[in-house]
């Protein structure tokens, strides 16, 4: 048996994955039906789009505080400057492809220079 069929075999992994498929395409299929029904000034929406930004916020902070690969190799304070930089840089300037290149410019010279 192959190390990465040890637990499971083919059967279950595809099962899996196409569970996994059902599940995230039934919420997508019922967005696009209830799309139009949902004022995008309700309650409900502006709950759920402040549940998204919180979400996104949570994994994008795990990504940088527990890296994985080679990211973990970098010193914490650079990856906290980067961001720092580039959020100052999106709340001053507004300008999304800016902020981007910013965070990581200045990760490549921290990392680089320092």
């Known amino acids: 048996m192959k190390p990465d069929t040890a637990l499971f ?3 279950e992994m595809w099962a899996a994955v ?3 498929f059902v599940a995230t395409f039934m919420w997508r299929f ?3 039906v209830l799309a139009n029904r949902i004022k995008t000034d309700s309650f ?5 789009n402040a549940l998204a930004y919180a979400m996104v916020a949570g994994v ?3 990504i ?3 890296p994985s690969g080679i990211l973990a190799t ?3 304070d650079y990856r906290l ?3 720092g930089l580039g959020l100052l840089c999106m709340v001053t300037l507004k300008i999304l492809w800016l902020s981007i290149l910013v965070g990581m410019g200045s990760f490549a010279l921290a990392m680089y220079l320092l």
């Open 60 to 62: 994008l902070m795990l």
């Open 30 to 32: 019922l967005g696009v």
């Open 74 to 76: 970098t010193p914490l």
């Open 9 to 11: 075999g083919i059967s």
């Open 81 to 83: 400057g980067a961001l």
């Open 64 to 66: 940088l505080v527990y």
């Open 44 to 48: 409900l929406m502006i709950w759920i």
């Open 18 to 20: 196409i569970l996994a």
